[in-house]
């Protein structure tokens, strides 16, 4: 029976197969090599790409804490109104990856900065993209944890504040508000800036951030239990065909030739390797495929047809495959990892990161402890409970590091955060889809009149955020309506304060 490791990021799962390999958790590639990810980059010209020098260190006054790097934003002027005008700016706080693919991404932002005269700027987090500390150079950045040291959430949040502060010193708009977005650990980044640095943003909008699934506030389980509700309401015979396949993969990959059966059945090149990266590759594929379940096709994560998920039950529920598991695996696995039709084989081994998510690994070792990983005897991956002793020992091995499970809840608040923050928070939206995974560890309920949650019965992982569509449907048009609402409601009341000259 295979055991699963599931290291997960907003990205990055993984599989931990049968005989105990845990490969990196890094970003599932497409296993396409044909695929052209500059053909999306179309809207390369929405902003202009600056960097800022960056302290390295916002929390030690050692002198090496002193070093500096490069850090990367982009910027749009279009719309903004101006320094004169107290027009706002709207700043999205970049994630686990390249900020271009993140910005790209956020058609939200482009879409409103005309309604509100907003500038917009993207800042890219520490040791992704082009923000390499170390003079630029990732693999000395990366090489362990003496220099990965400097990678963490507090870190970034400080950059952010450092950055905006200065760039609104450097526009003279020191009044002009600001706001902040962000999806994913984005969104978990934005909440906890608004949180930390209230004097800097005046709201938040958080998307799809699962601030509470740290230290057991959510269930182990709720991220899988999601996921299996997404595939068994599109069909019970599709959750049961997933279900069993697991042991029939266990089964067939123990007899004889039965591996080179395997390969055939699901197109693997020739590298092919054993039935545990095969169970990971097709639990990556359900996984990413949930969460990037929208109602329109999409190229976020691989290109996909919209409702990808009814796709693939589609797919195991054709009466054409029979009776045959495996043809109606491949036929879910071909929606992910070969929707554009390109692939020629799939590759098991490959790693690429085309939007380098690989830091997270190391995130994923220190603060970002998330409990996503077991399995009731009802999911439709095998039955598993949560081990936190497994995420040890592969952090030990991997960085010769313990990971500090409590520390993220310590620093930003998880436990009974509806009653902390009903005191003390204000202006946060919380989005939340409820087909995404990641849902069970959002804020679902309204915390107070400012601290609202947003729910989408229907909706994915940040899909609020994606550039809208002709064909999108009625309630993610709602969703946005309300957001661009409740932030033109923050921006009135703050043009009042600072209208009212006793406010000072
Ligand atoms: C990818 O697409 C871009 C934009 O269409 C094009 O300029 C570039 O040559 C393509 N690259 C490859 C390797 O096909
Ligand atoms: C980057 O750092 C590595 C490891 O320290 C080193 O081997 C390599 O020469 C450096 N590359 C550059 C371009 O300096
Ligand atoms: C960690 O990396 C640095 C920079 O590449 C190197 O100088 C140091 O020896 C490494 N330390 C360990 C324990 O490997
Ligand atoms: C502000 O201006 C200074 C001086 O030109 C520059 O070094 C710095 O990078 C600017 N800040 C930002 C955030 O661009
Ligand atoms: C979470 O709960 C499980 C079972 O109730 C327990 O074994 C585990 O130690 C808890 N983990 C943490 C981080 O509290
Ligand atoms: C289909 O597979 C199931 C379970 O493997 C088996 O019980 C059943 O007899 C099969 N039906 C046909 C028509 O082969
Ligand atoms: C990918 O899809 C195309 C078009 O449907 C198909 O011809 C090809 O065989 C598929 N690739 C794999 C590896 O299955
Ligand atoms: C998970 O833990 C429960 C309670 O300790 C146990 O009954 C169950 O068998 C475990 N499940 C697995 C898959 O190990």
Known sequence: MAIWVVVVWFAALT???????????????????????????????????????????????????????????????KHWGGAANNSPIFVYTGNEGDIEWFAQNTGFMFETAPLFNALLVFIE???????????GNKTLAYSNSSTLGWLSSTQALADYATLVLDLKHNLSATDSPVIVFGGSYGGMLAAWFRLKYPHVAIGALSSSAPILNFDNITSPFSFNDIITKDFRSESENCYKV?????????????????????????????????AGYLEGWLGTAFTYTAMTDYP?????????????????????DDPKTGNNTFEKLYGAA?????????????????????????????????????????????????????SYNDRLQFCKD???????????????GARH????????????????????????????????KTVV?????????????????????????????????????????????????SNY
């Open 296 to 316: 329109t096709p999409t190229n976020f994560l691989n290109p996909l047809p919209a409702y990808p998920v009814k796709q693939m039950c589609k797919a195991i």
């Open 242 to 274: 997933i279900k069993r396949s697991w042991q029939e993969i266990d089964d067939t990959a123990a007899k004889p030739g039965g591996l080179e059966i395997l390969r055939k059945a699901f197109r693997i090149c020739k590298n092919y390797i054993s």
């Open 125 to 135: 987090h520490r040791f992704y993209g082009k923000s390499i500390p170390f003079g």
């Open 334 to 386: 071909n929606i992910y990892y070969n929707y554009s039709g390109d692939a020629t084989c799939f590759d098991l081994a490959d790693d690429s990161d085309p939007h380098g998510l690989g830091g997270w690994t190391w995130q994923a070792c220190t603060e970002m402890i998330l409990l996503t990983d077991g399995n009731t005897v009802d999911s439709m991956f095998p039955p598993s409970n949560y």
């Open 453 to 501: 949650a947003i729910v989408a019965k229907k909706g994915a992982h940040h899909v609020d955020l994606r550039f809208s569509t002709n064909e999108d449907p009625k309630w993610l048009k709602e969703v946005r309506k309300r957001e661009v609402h409740i932030i033109s409601k923050w921006l009135s009341q703050y043009y009042h304060d600072l209208a009212d000259s």
């Open 417 to 448: 955060i509806h009653r902390v923050l009903k005191r003390f928070g204000s202006n946060i939206i919380f989005f939340n889809g409820l087909r995404d995974p990641w849902s069970g560890g959002g804020v679902l309920k309204d915390i107070s």
């Open 15 to 77: 599989q931990l197969s049968s005989s105990s390999i845990i490969t990196s958790p890094g970003f599932p590639s497409p296993a396409i090599k044909s695929v052209n990810h500059s053909k999306s980059k179309s809207k390369a010209k929405l902003y202009e790409e600056k960097f800022y020098t960056q302290i390295l260190d916002h929390f030690n006054y050692n002198p090496p804490s002193y070093h500096t790097f490069q850090q990367r934003y982009l910027i749009n002027h």
């Open 398 to 412: 991997r960085f010769n590091i313990e990971p500090r499970p409590t520390w993220a809840p310590t620093e930003f």
